[in-house]
């Protein structure tokens, strides 16, 4: 099991990236969460075995349809937080 921070850059607010994300996160038993940045960014929390947060972040590189994904961050967390599902979050933070 391992926990990532994921940091999506470019044109991923208003393609329903929060949506897909969470679509994707739940058929592979990914458990955290998504929102939306107030500097146009997307902000994933994410927990799972390796292979399924492999199979995450490649859907982050290329994101949905209509978005134009510039750059993924990551970093791995040695903390897991123990989520028990994963959400879509409204709330610009």
């Known amino acids: 099991m391992k926990h990532l921070n994921i ?3 470019g044109k991923v607010q208003g393609v329903y990236f ?3 994300t969470k ?6 038993g990914v458990k955290g969460f998504v ?3 107030a500097d146009g960014a997307v902000y ?7 292979l399924a947060l492999d199979f995450l972040l490649d859907f982050c ?3 949905p ?9 990551v970093t791995e967390s040695t903390e897991l937080k123990g989520f028990s599902n994963f ?7």
């Open 44 to 50: 994933i929390e994410a927990e799972g075995d390796a």
């Open 65 to 73: 349809y209509d978005a134009e994904v510039e750059e993924v961050q």
């Open 23 to 28: 679509a994707v996160a739940d058929q592979l």
């Open 7 to 9: 940091l999506v850059k």
């Open 35 to 37: 929102f939306n940045q």
């Open 87 to 93: 959400e879509a979050i409204k709330k610009v933070k």
């Open 18 to 20: 929060r949506a897909s």
């Open 61 to 63: 590189k290329e994101g």
